[in-house]
């Protein structure tokens, strides 16, 4: 047996592996009922999200300041600077952990008042993570981008196009049917995992916007004129 026969064999039984694979998958799938379907599907875009938000870089963040500060706690005390810096330290990364984001101290001020306001966890990560409440001369505001509108409706026009372009190609070219069907899968799962993450920082994120636009604008009014009514706190440098 020559060394292209057998390489042809072993493609041929990888092939034939896959098939079998992805026919028991597909049967697993679709034998549970819609309800467990959905909340499977909910559950991998949960992954994907975290996955793609970088909240692992903040747990590891968190992690570190925690044992700095279980240090600075057992070497300086709880009433020393030092105690209190990493204190601060480790909240913002506790946000971040919550909200995929760091933020200034007014920002997430405004941002936990406007959970107890009502508003989403889940918008208010989309908004923290695109930097949407940000400041401006001390005064925290949510930001509306026209421009990331076109430029959201575009690139998904793009990723759509090429998705069918992609099909297209598989479906025109010589081969099995089984092994078209099979290729399309794995372009749709590589498509949908990529454009999920996209989805972050595109068209999640201004539905966000439109969704609890007006009732964050309310929230960071009012977190304005309370750290305006506030005496203004000391600034904690680390030495």
């Not at 700095?68 to 990493?86: H, M, Y």
């Not at 923290?128 to 026009?157: I, Q």
Request: charged letters at 20%.
């Amino acid at each position: 047996m020559s060394y292209s026969q057998a390489f042809q064999r072993v493609i041929v039984a990888f092939s034939t592996l896959l098939r079998d694979a992805w026919a028991g998958v597909f049967a697993l799938v679709f034998a549970k009922r819609p309800r467990t379907l959905r909340r499977s599907f909910a559950a991998i875009g949960s992954k994907l999200d975290t996955f793609f938000s970088g909240v692992w870089w903040w747990h590891a963040r968190r992690y570190m300041m925690e044992k700095r500060l279980g240090q600075a706690l057992e070497r300086f005390g709880d009433n020393s600077i030092a105690a209190r810096w990493v204190t601060e330290r480790y909240r913002e990364m506790h946000f971040a952990v919550t909200y995929w984001r760091s933020a200034p101290a007014l920002v997430r001020r405004a941002a936990l008042a406007a959970r107890e306001a009502g508003v989403s966890v889940s918008d208010l990560r989309l908004i923290v993570l695109n930097t949407d409440l940000r400041m401006r001369r001390n005064k925290v505001f949510l930001r509306r981008s026209t421009l990331m509108r076109v430029l959201s409706a575009a690139f998904a026009t793009i990723v759509c196009v090429h998705w069918v372009l992609m099909n297209c190609l598989v479906v025109l070219a010589l081969g099995a049917a089984w092994l078209k069907v099979l290729a399309i899968v794995c372009i749709f799962v590589v498509y949908a995992t990529l454009y999920r993450g996209w989805s972050l920082f595109g068209y999640r994120a201004i539905a966000a916007v439109d969704r609890s636009g007006n009732l964050l604008d309310q929230v960071c009014v009012q977190t304005q004129n309370a750290h305006a009514a506030d005496p203004q706190p000391t600034v904690l440098k680390r030495r």
